[in-house]
């Protein structure tokens, strides 16, 4: 096969993958204001279950005759997923709805979902926390080795990240709810902590001022998320903004020339006459699907998507340049003794699978080579190794995380519709749980309490690796090993 075909067939994959999200964030929302809890349930754990056989199926003939009918049938669940959501919308909406068999499966899909909630927020903590890691190595590294320039975009990204944080902390003060006492103060020792693990990062010099302005932003956001009365405030604001940035943008672009606004005007009515009714239809269910989003779901589902997805790439980078933490600078010295060149060779090399071949070559090489030509084998040796282990395939477990990316997927969203749905329940029960008729019992609300869980895990997991990061032992791990030119 050419590399012009497998380009298309890339391209008609990641289509396709677009296709299936899109489908997915319009279908559930749709079934569960239109059919019920129940109905949303039921088409979740559906479409999860299709998803997860077809994948499966896909996998484990992967090298088979028959994949490429396999895959036919696996792409065409893209088709299947309206028919179904159409399906579900009926029975629903009919009497019969107390199949006691159907509802074993539904009932075990909605014991997951609510008892999936510290998993959740903590896992996007955790992965929150390494991207807020990789930019600032980042933009680190890209300083160090490009330019001073990104120094100063990063001083005005962080300002400008600082800013909002502000303002949207300020938003909280002046915003008329009641918070209790013990709220309050958590409110306060979070916001503490942060500013004073962010000064220590930027002082000490093991953080960076890009990784304190994006950590005080995210709690600031796990603030707003623990209220959801906050989080409804901040999304009417930021519609309001995108509505009002939409409008001057209208108003200084030029106008298109009367030709051009004429034939589109008249293009319109000539397609609403002549396209199928199915074409119609397909308008209407996208309309309908899209008025049915509320904005703090996408806005959450967004972003959780994004710091997983952006997790899956990140760990893969770190796992490559685990090896190179101990890297050479980047200009070598020119005054340099052979013993010492040989000497950091030596303990460079046993890292790496062509050490032995390395240094055969170096005892069959005359013992006066000067000390540029031993660094000139060594920077090949090193690099060449280096060169290998980028090409080294990803594990299978990651593997594995792509092709049931989806599934993860479709669980958060229906973790995050019962969620807004008010279904994952208003008091978790911490202390006295095991004994009821105990007169002494810890109840708390189970959002709130996991996301200051999840933000003094944040804290925690940060503060520890600024204790632990030694400036001296070499490069971060994700950029150790990144090609200078």
């Known amino acids: 096969m050419s590399r012009q075909v497998r380009n298309i067939l890339a391209f008609l994959q990641a289509v396709l993958s677009v296709l ?12 569960f204001d239109v059919g019920g809890v129940q109905c949303g349930l039921a088409f979740s754990l559906t479409v999860l279950l299709l998803y997860s056989i077809l994948t499966t199926i896909r996998l484990i003939f992967r090298r088979r005759k028959y994949f490429r009918w396999i895959s036919i049938v696996y792409y065409c669940q893209h088709i299947f997923i309206p ?33 999936s909630t510290p998993i959740f927020t903590i896992l996007e903590g955790f992965c929150s926390l390494l991207l807020i890691q990789a930019i600032g190595q980042t933009v680190e590294w890209l300083t160090t080795h490009k330019s001073d320039s990104w120094l100063i975009v990063s001083l005005i990204g962080s300002g400008s990240t600082i800013t909002a944080a502000l303002y949207f902390l300020y938003r909280i003060y002046v915003f008329p709810f009641t918070i209790d006492l013990l709220s309050a103060s958590l409110l306060g020792s979070s916001l503490t902590l942060t500013a004073g693990i962010g000064l220590f990062g930027i002082v000490s010099g093991k953080g960076s001022i890009i990784e304190s302005s994006l950590l005080f932003a995210y709690i600031v956001r796990c603030i707003y998320e623990t209220f959801p009365i906050l989080s409804q405030d901040a999304s009417k604001a930021l519609a309001s903004l995108f509505t009002q940035t939409t409008y001057n943008l209208k108003n200084e672009i030029p106008k298109l020339p009367p030709q051009i606004t004429n034939t589109v005007m008249s293009l319109f009515p000539f397609l609403a006459e002549n396209l199928p009714g199915s074409f119609k239809t397909i308008w209407e269910f996208l309309i309908t699907a899209i008025l049915k989003l509320p904005l703090p779901l996408v806005l959450n589902l967004a972003y959780r998507i994004g710091v997983f997805y952006a ?12 090896p190179y933490l101990s890297t050479p600078p980047r200009t070598p010295s020119h005054i340099r003794s052979r013993q010492s060149s040989s000497s950091h060779l030596s303990g460079d090399v046993n890292y790496f699978p062509l050490a032995n071949a390395s240094k055969i070559e170096k005892e069959d090489t005359n013992d006066d080579m000067p000390s540029e030509m031993q660094l000139k084998q060594e920077s090949l040796v090193i690099n060449n190794a280096k060169a290998s282990r980028r090409r080294e395939p990803p594990s299978t477990i990651l593997k594995l995380i792509y092709a049931y990316s989806p599934c993860i997927i479709i669980a958060v969203y229906t973790h995050l519709m019962m969620s807004y749905n008010g279904e994952l329940g208003t008091e978790l029960t911490i202390w006295g749980w095991w004994n009821k008729d105990s007169n002494f ?26 204790l632990g990061n030694d400036s001296n032992a070499g490069g971060p791990a994700l950029t150790s090993h990144w090609k200078i030119e």
């Open 441 to 466: 019992h810890f109840v708390v609300h189970p959002w709130q309490f996991w996301n200051w869980v999840n933000m003094g895990t944040t804290l925690l997991l940060y503060t520890a690796e600024l």
């Open 311 to 322: 997790a899956t790439k990140i760990i893969p980078s770190i796992y490559h340049g685990a």
């Open 20 to 31: 299936y999200l899109t489908l997915i964030v319009l279908s559930i929302p749709l079934a």
């Open 83 to 115: 028919s179904l959501l159409t399906l579900f919308l009926s029975y629903y909406s009919s009497k019969h709805t107390s199949d006691s068999m159907a509802s074993r499966p539904i009932e075990m899909w909605r014991f997951i979902m609510l008892h």
